[in-house]
């Protein structure tokens, strides 16, 4: 499975910005989709993810900003980030997580290669 990101770019505080990912290959087996941010210096972080196709789950710093969806048949997730500030300027990477159980899914991690969120005060 190929993880592909797109979007992000330079926003202004309190502008917005759309991420939007797509996993690309047999996707059979995929579970979850995610994205996580890392910051210069900091350590990746889950900003938000969704299993199922509807559990969804956000990091505390976003919640009631950012607005993660999801279109299975297609195998995208999109990201709606409004409100953005200058915190939450990171490299945006789209995970995607097999699930365990089923023929020939072993829980695998597929991860894409981020793309850049810069946000200016």
């Known amino acids: 499975v190929e993880v592909v990101e797109s979007g992000g770019g330079l926003a202004r505080a309190g502008g917005s910005l759309r991420l939007s990912c797509e996993a690309i290959g047999d996707t059979t087996c995929t579970y979850t989709m995610g994205w996580y941010r890392q910051a210069p210096g900091k350590e990746r972080e889950l900003v938000a993810r969704i299993s199922n196709g509807v559990n969804t789950l956000y990091a505390d710093s976003v919640k009631g900003r950012f607005t993660i969806s999801g279109d299975n048949a297609k195998n995208t997730l999109s990201l709606q980030m409004n409100s953005l500030k200058p915190e939450d300027t990171a490299v945006y990477y789209c995970?995607?997580?097999?699930?365990?159980w089923g023929t020939g899914c072993h829980g695998m991690d597929y991860w894409g290669k981020g793309t850049l969120v810069t946000v200016s005060s």
């Open positions: 995970n995607a997580v097999d699930r365990p």
